[in-house]
């Protein structure tokens, strides 16, 4: 089955404590972007991949970085997470160079105490 | 950055009613794509539209690239209540600025049986 698999699905974590939230895709899409969902602001972009080891940033790159050494993995990570980083996340590839019609993951919850 | 602005925020309708959502930029897009987002899901690609002007269905959907690619509507007509959820529609801006998807803010359709 054609999927994006995020994990974790649910996270809550302290201040300053490192994490990554991966994100694989079989779908062997080149384009891969990660997202995050906050009430009433819909979905913003955090960074993109347009292949591997090519990313770029967002329009909310602060606080995140991403690496995309394989096709199919483009993992998220917190360095020193904040609570104004408490969000839902998603995780997205595209068989589109420009990165139109995404296939999302099921997003993950992380709550930053 | 760059916005879109999406009515409504919410809908409550009645089964059977048709509904009516749009969006709107102060930008040309070149790509209107619209998504449903279902609780506990991650957003799904409804409708992809290409051209201007371009009218395209999806069984009770209807969605329209606006002439003057500055706008897009999406109508649901007879709903049910499977179609409860939220609508996004996104603005993709021309690929030599990234290949960015813009997302608006969300419509929330509640509908009642």
């Known amino acids: 089955e054609a999927q994006v698999t995020q994990n974790p699905r649910y996270l809550i974590t302290v201040t300053g404590k490192k994490l990554t939230v991966t994100c694989s895709q079989n779908?062997?899409?080149?384009?891969m972007s990660w997202y995050r969902q906050d009430p009433g602001l819909g979905l913003r972009q955090i960074y993109y991949?347009?292949?591997?080891?090519?990313?770029d940033k967002g329009d909310v790159p602060e606080g995140y970085k991403v690496s995309r050494k394989e096709k199919r993995n483009f993992p998220l990570i917190l360095e020193s997470p904040s609570p104004n980083q408490t969000s839902l996340y998603f995780c997205?590839?595209?068989?589109?160079?420009?990165?139109?019609?995404?296939?999302f993951g099921e997003g993950s919850r992380l709550t930053v105490l | 950055g760059q916005q879109l602005n999406q009515s409504p925020q919410s809908m409550f309708i009645q089964e059977g009613e048709d509904v009516s959502m749009n969006c709107t930029s102060s930008?040309?897009?070149?790509?209107w794509l619209w998504y449903k987002q279902e609780p506990g899901e991650g957003p799904v690609l409804l409708i992809a539209l290409y051209k201007a002007g371009e009218l395209t269905s999806n069984g009770r959907l209807t969605a329209q690239f606006g002439i003057t690619r500055k706008d897009s509507f999406l109508n649901i007509s007879a709903s049910i209540p499977s179609d409860v959820g939220i609508y996004f529609c996104a603005g993709q801006l021309r690929l030599r600025q990234g290949g960015k998807l813009i997302f608006g803010q969300g419509t929330e359709l509640s509908v009642k049986p």
């Open positions: 991949s347009m292949n591997v080891e090519v990313t």
């Open positions: 779908m062997n899409h080149e384009y």
């Open positions: 930008s040309i897009f070149n790509t």
């Open positions: 997205a590839s595209s068989p589109l160079a420009g990165g139109g019609e995404l296939f």
